[in-house]
């Protein structure tokens, strides 16, 4: 069930309506956006009568949602949601640039952050727990890789995006990153989705690498549904037959996303790629296709990367491409007036 509050209603209305969700049972999660206030009610086992919100004082329309995805879904915020990161949004028509390292590795990641600031980046990534196909890989340098993330904000002033690998890493990252990434390997760990859910944090989910969009959407339901509604997606590449590249970037996955949901969908052209030669070109075709952001992997010294060193961009690339991304965000998208 989807409750569309009334232009102009009052405050004590939405009350109203939030305490009867409340009072059955179910879950109400509010939306405000573009000047729309919506409820929408998860946790009920079957259909809602729409006569029982419908009579409520500042109610538009009770829509009765039989469909699997309620909170995700594009009804759920016809006007596009926008995720407050830092001092910046993703979803706000612009192109945040999330980039930084695979993994915290030392202290020159400070270093590296003030540059990046200085390139034009919105927030820095770097994973200091890290889910890696060998067990023989690094694996994050763990605990003391937090405090790097801590020095990097504060040097930088960039907000920090960094990946949970379990409840546990979950726990430690919360007080420290700005946005909590779900990696592609567990875009399926459902209890680790409502956990992220619980959260007072934005959390970037990215796409399993065999998962269809139906899923991608579910796996995003699962945190929405939680009562946290700072949910951005990331398309980060799948598996097909093609041998030429680490994954399949599926661009068409950004327009689908809108039709389909309010959420906004950043592209990682780094893990898709696995080749810091064809980043840069996968990255302007990400923004050219609507993407509301961009995760680039970026290191001082990519050779001597501790993981994934093959698709690091060098640093001194960064702040050119950041550039151009601007430029074709704004052709791209020549309706929307703050384009970054
Ligand atoms: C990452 O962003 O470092 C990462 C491990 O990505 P993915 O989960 O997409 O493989
Ligand atoms: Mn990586």
């Known amino acids: 069930m989807l409750i569309v509050m009334k232009k102009g209603s009052r405050r004590e209305d939405l009350a109203r309506v939030v305490r009867t969700v409340e009072s059955l049972g179910f879950v109400p999660h509010v939306?405000?956006?573009?000047?729309?206030?919506?409820?929408?009610?998860?946790?009920?086992?079957?259909?809602?009568?729409?006569?029982?919100?419908?009579?409520?004082?500042?109610?538009?329309?009770?829509?009765?949602?039989?469909?699997?995805?309620?909170?995700?879904?594009?009804?759920?915020?016809?006007?596009?949601?926008?995720?407050?990161?830092?001092?910046?949004?993703?979803?706000?028509?612009?192109?945040?640039?999330?980039?930084?390292?695979?993994?915290?590795?030392?202290?020159?990641?400070?270093?590296?952050?003030r540059l990046l600031r200085a390139a034009g980046a919105d927030a820095l990534r770097g994973g200091a727990f890290k889910a890696r196909t060998s067990p023989y890989s690094f694996q994050g340098m763990g605990r003391p890789g937090l405090e790097l993330l801590v020095a990097a904000k504060r040097e930088s002033g960039l907000p920090i995006v960094s990946e949970a690998v379990d409840e546990a890493t979950l726990d430690l990252l919360a007080p420290v990153a700005d946005m909590i990434q779900i990696g592609s390997r567990n875009m399926h760990n459902y209890e680790l989705l409502k956990l992220a859910g619980r959260l007072k944090k934005p959390v970037l989910l990215k796409r399993g690498m065999a998962?269809?969009?139906?899923?991608?959407?579910?796996?995003?339901?699962?945190?929405?549904?939680?009562?946290?509604?700072?949910?951005?997606?990331?398309?980060?590449?799948?598996?097909?037959?093609?041998?030429?590249?680490?994954?399949?970037?599926?661009?068409?996955?950004?327009?689908?996303?809108?039709?389909?949901?309010?959420l906004p969908v950043v592209v990682d052209p780094s893990h898709a790629t696995g080749r810091r030669e064809r980043v840069p070109a996968m990255a302007r075709a990400a923004v050219a296709a609507g993407a509301d952001g961009v995760m680039i992997e970026v290191h001082p010294a990519p050779?001597?990367?501790?993981?994934?060193?093959?698709?690091?961009?060098?640093?001194?690339?960064?702040?050119?491409?950041?550039?151009?991304?601007?430029?074709?965000?704004?052709?791209?998208?020549?309706?929307t007036e703050a384009v970054r």
Not at 69 to 90: D, F, H, Q, Y
Not at 243 to 251: E, G
């Open 303 to 335: 050779d001597q990367a501790l993981s994934d060193a093959q698709q690091a961009v060098p640093l001194s690339q960064a702040a050119e491409l950041i550039a151009q991304l601007r430029e074709i965000a704004a052709i791209a998208r020549p309706r």
């Open 211 to 262: 998962a269809t969009l139906d899923e991608l959407l579910l796996a995003a339901e699962y945190v929405l549904a939680a009562g946290n509604p700072d949910v951005v997606l990331c398309e980060r590449g799948i598996r097909t037959f093609s041998q030429h590249s680490r994954f399949t970037l599926d661009l068409s996955i950004v327009p689908a996303v809108r039709e389909l949901s309010h």
């Open 31 to 113: 939306v405000e956006a573009a000047g729309k206030i919506t409820v929408g009610i998860s946790g009920n086992p079957g259909p809602l009568n729409p006569a029982l919100f419908e009579s409520h004082p500042g109610v538009a329309r009770a829509i009765p949602i039989t469909e699997p995805l309620k909170l995700a879904a594009r009804n759920a915020s016809p006007e596009g949601t926008s995720v407050r990161v830092g001092s910046r949004a993703i979803g706000d028509g612009g192109v945040f640039v999330i980039a930084g390292p695979c993994a915290v590795e030392g202290d020159h990641l400070v270093e590296t952050a």
